[in-house]
């Protein structure tokens, strides 16, 4: 199993400019999650989605859409960049259904963005 | 109400020593209450987990102390090694919730050889 997987690793936008991120996980798992690193700020939650076809807002979503048409991929868009958005993103996910004593979420190996 | 606080914000300790992370919280419906670690360049993992329904946890070095009066729980590496080196997050959920977790703002452990 690659467990979760994003692309790409690394991405530099000018302000303005549009990017999608992605997310794709091999574990049949419900509950996707976007997350930002900022130095000092921990995890900050961006978007969730609890199934296909379903998204949420979490505590920073403005800037920020996005999309789960798949069970096993989640994807995060900024259509207009701007340099507050430069950070690491991080997707995780974890199993729901069923899901029994297991509440960890697996995590990513991130993306760092930096818009200029 | 939904935040974890946790310091310090880092951490500098001795080979052989005792590191000792702490994180406090406000919203008592939390229900589990995971740490996380994470390497430079990679997203972070699970590391070790707690119930509100013990007040101690053991995994081989590591061990979460959790005091449920006081709403604070704290991560204990014994004999920390430099390979320990690494930031660590606490964290917070509800688990018959949505699940999202509340992260701490993390602590970066340095053990010096």
């Known amino acids: 199993n690659a467990g979760v997987t994003q692309t790409p690793k690394f991405r530099v936008l000018k302000t303005g400019q549009s990017m999608t991120l992605l997310c794709a996980q091999d574990m049949n798992h419900e509950y996707m999650y976007w997350y930002r690193q900022d130095p000092g700020m921990g995890l900050r939650l961006i978007h969730y989605?609890?199934?296909?076809?379903?998204?949420a807002k979490g505590e920073v979503p403005d800037g920020y859409n996005v999309s789960r048409l798949k069970k096993q991929n989640f994807l995060l868009g900024l259509e207009s960049a701007a340099p507050s958005q430069t950070s690491v993103y991080f997707c995780a996910s974890d199993w729901t259904s069923g899901r029994g004593s297991s509440y960890e979420q697996y995590f990513g190996p991130g993306t760092r963005l930096t818009v200029t | 109400q939904q935040q974890v606080k946790q310091s310090p914000q880092s951490l500098i300790v001795q080979k052989g020593g005792i590191s000792i992370i702490n994180c406090a919280y406000e919203?008592?419906?939390?229900?589990?209450f995971p740490w996380y670690q994470q390497f430079p360049g990679k997203g972070p993992a699970l590391l070790i987990a707690?119930?509100?329904?013990?007040s101690e946890k053991k995994e081989g070095r590591f061990t979460i102390s959790f005091n449920k009066s006081a709403k604070q729980f704290s991560l204990h590496i014994m004999d920390s090694q430099p390979g320990d080196s690494a930031t660590y997050f606490c964290?917070?959920?509800?688990?018959?919730?949505?699940?999202?977790?509340?992260f701490g703002t993390g602590t970066r452990l340095k053990v010096l050889a």
């Open positions: 989605s609890v199934g296909e076809g379903t998204t």
């Open positions: 707690i119930r509100p329904d013990v």
């Open positions: 964290a917070a959920t509800i688990t018959s919730g949505t699940y999202k977790y509340i």
């Open positions: 919203n008592t419906a939390f229900d589990y």
